[in-house]
């Protein structure tokens, strides 16, 4: 989870009161405070927040929670006639942007270091280490609008930022540090996206380095800011941004997009509105609240609301990415009430717990596999149709779930197998030491109902199905069950090398060596070997 670094100074500027009561209050806003020093703050904030990810921010949310200044912050967006075109030849690279301007700003040298802080974790986070979405921010006096948004060769060149040769696209890959460190996201394109001016000077490679030309100093008074990325997430990453900066001052402008015959205002401010039963915030927190009680811990944590007809209409801030169901706004109104002020209780009725049979027999499977070798791993429950079909070579099944509205092109659907997901893993750790082996069980859900597997793989130079029966035998016969192999035709895996499993007549599973176009499809460089099986209705 991302350490925020919060200087004092600005802190008490920002908010108005000592650090002292920040210190104590910041918790409550779902913090952990890692370091006290002299001079600053660290602090931990969950991913699912990154609008804290930035000493404005968090004044922001502070002055709210300690009642300084509740409900929303509106943000005035000024029209203004700068338009940036978007050629159709960088649509296929880098699909998503969004650009605003902001005038007026009165930067420091600890200003300008906290927004570059706030695109660093950005980048990293939200932003997937910049496949996803990256942040640049340009001193406006520098170029001539209108811009655009193009594709470019290899060999077009301009000067880096923090260089002072021009250097071509390619060499910018290969020779600037952050070429070097984000280049791979371009390995499978011929051309790369650039940002221009009207007179051909170029803003950015994004998402690779800024120029030189737009450095931004605490001279610059006007900024043009861009995100580009490959997933929509690039609109809220930008609202984040300019509700940063204008936390200290400024005049925000938006731009005309022109896109594929479309005119678009970037960016979109505005505050999405939910609507939610005033019971549901009683029954779910478990406390009786006044009308008034919940409007107060809702604008406590930055929210605008009203209640007509025993609805509660909320406004949510532009800059929160988090809000995804109306469950996500009532535990704001608990975080406002204060967890501090709701009354513990006995619960009513007393029972005994005991472990249930699903979670001793995965315990029991789980402690097979360590004395097998094999790592254990949790991966996401949420994937997408590629990884879950196309990169397995398996054609989809019916019954698998898929989300309504999915926030990321990464996460569509609920995952119907484990082994994508461990595939995925060893593509990730593919430069570490052989052998891997790795193990995961979890949940899977299929036909609207969750379902419980186990899965491994193995990969190192030289797996092969011998290797993969030698495990089942051992996993079945250590847990005292015996099952029956059958030839299988899963095309995730070798013809010849593969076979289905069965427990009392039911199929229940798949293992073998993992084809050679399923190895290539996660870019994996060395033969690979896999089992999955259902345990839910295994007896032990």
């Known amino acids: 989870m991302p350490v925020v670094s919060l200087p004092y100074e600005d ?10 009561l920040i210190i104590e209050k910041i918790p409550f806003l779902g913090a952990d405070i890692e370091r006290i020093e002299e001079d600053r703050l660290d602090v931990e904030f969950f991913p699912n927040r990154p609008d804290l990810y930035s000493v404005e921010g968090v004044a922001r949310a502070i002055k709210g929670f300690l009642s300084i200044e509740e409900g929303a912050k509106y943000y005035r967006l000024y029209d203004s006639d700068v338009e940036l075109n978007v050629d159709d030849k960088v649509i296929p690279i880098r699909p998503y942007i969004a650009v605003a301007i902001v005038k007026d700003v009165l930067f420091t040298e600890s200003s300008i270091k906290s927004i570059m802080n706030l695109q660093e974790h950005l980048h990293k986070g939200l932003g997937r280490n910049r496949k996803k979405l990256a942040i640049g921010l340009h001193d406006l006096s520098k170029v001539s609008p209108p811009f655009t948004y193009t594709a470019v060769s290899p060999s077009f060149s301009f000067i880096p930022l923090d260089f002072d040769e021009e250097m071509s696209m390619q060499e910018v890959l290969s020779r600037h540090p952050k070429g070097i460190k984000y280049g791979s996201i371009f390995e499978n394109f011929s051309l790369y996206p650039v940002i221009l001016d009207s ?18 100093s605490e001279d610059t008074k006007n900024l043009f ?15 984040i941004v300019l509700s940063a900066i204008y936390e200290r001052g400024c005049n925000l402008y938006s731009v005309c997009i022109k896109r594929e015959g479309k005119n678009i205002k970037s960016p979109d401010m505005s505050y999405k509105e939910i609507n939610i039963n005033i019971e549901e915030f009683r029954s779910l927190i478990g406390v009786d609240f006044t009308e008034s009680t919940i409007i107060k811990s809702l604008k406590r944590l930055r929210y605008d609301a009203e209640i007509k007809d025993k609805m509660v209409h909320v406004k949510i801030p532009p800059y929160r990415t988090d809000i995804l169901h109306s ?15 709701i009354k513990s209780e006995f619960p009513i009725t007393f ?12 315990r029991k499977l789980s402690d097979v596999m360590v004395g097998l070798g094999f790592f254990e791993v949790m ?17 989809e099944i019916p019954g698998y779930i898929v989300l309504k509205n999915p926030i990321s092109t990464e996460h569509t659907m609920l995952r119907g197998s484990l082994l994508p997901n461990l595939m995925e893993f060893l593509s990730y750790n593919k430069h570490r030491e052989l052998p891997q082996k790795i193990f995961e069980i979890g949940d899977i859900v299929l036909d609207e109902k969750t379902l419980q597997n186990l899965a491994f793989v193995s990969m190192h130079s030289n797996a092969e199905f011998a290797e993969i029966r030698s495990y089942l035998d051992a996993l079945f016969r250590e847990i005292g069950i015996d099952v029956d192999l059958k030839e299988s035709n899963d095309p995730a895996f070798l013809n010849g090398r593969r076979g289905d499993i069965f427990y009392k007549n039911k199929k229940i599973g798949v ?13 994996l460089d060395h033969p690979t070997i896999g089992m999955e099986i259902n345990i839910n209705n295994l007896t032990i």
Request: overall charge negative; aromatic content about 10%.
């Open 351 to 362: 029972s005994i717990g005991k472990s249930d049979d699903i979670e001793i027999l995965s």
């Open 327 to 341: 469950r996500d706004v009532i535990e704001d109104a608990a975080i406002g009430y204060g967890y501090d002020n």
């Open 199 to 216: 007179n051909d000077n170029v803003l950015s490679f994004p998402p690779i380095i800024n120029a030189e030309l737009t450095r931004v």
């Open 511 to 523: 293992f073998g060596e993992f084809h050679p176009e399923v190895i290539w499809n996660f870019q």
């Open 225 to 239: 800011i861009d995100v580009t990325g490959t997933d929509p997430i690039v609109f809220k990453a930008l609202n």
């Open 379 to 395: 991966t996401f429950t949420l994937t997408n149709r590629d990884k879950e079909f196309s990169l397995m070579r398996r054609e």
């Open 11 to 20: 802190l008490e500027r920002l908010v108005g009161v000592p650090r002292e």
